[in-house]
Nanobody, 116 residues
Framework: QVQLVESGGGLVQPGGSLRLSCAAS????????MGWYRQAPGKERELVAG???????NYADSVKGRFTISRDNARTRLYLQMNSLKPEDTAVYYC??????????WGQGTLVTVSS
């Protein structure tokens, strides 16, 4: 119903920046919320930043002030601007959406590696 493809990951030095992008296709009108998650090696997947059904944004405490989530008006693109990156930010980042039918969809993920 909804297909998600992430891009923009890569290798970056500490203090650097990256911008992740998520392209959504399919039943776009069914999307209620959109967000970014990440999973580091040996750790659970966690919410990084997301939009609520009311259009408000939530951020993990660890990324507040450094990351910014945004989306286009048509909800076909979701972005995550990541500044002042730290080695602890190294993870696979996933785009995810919830639909009106209460289905959740995930992208395949994009790897972000922060290392000198």
């Amino acid at each position: 119903q909804v297909q998600l493809v992430e891009s923009g990951g890569g290798l970056v030095q500490p203090g650097g920046s990256l911008r992740l992008s998520c392209a959504a296709s399919g039943s776009i009108s069914s999307i209620v919320t959109m967000g970014w998650y990440r999973q580091a090696p040996g750790k659970e997947r966690e919410l990084v930043a997301g939009f609520t059904s009311n259009g408000r944004t939530n951020y993990a405490d660890s990324v507040k002030g450094r990351f910014t989530i945004s989306r286009d008006n048509a909800r076909t693109r979701l972005y995550l601007q990541m500044n002042s990156l730290k080695p602890e930010d190294t993870a696979v980042y996933y785009c995810s959406v919830w639909t009106y039918s209460n289905y959740r969809y995930w992208g395949q993920g994009t790897l972000v590696t922060v290392s000198s």
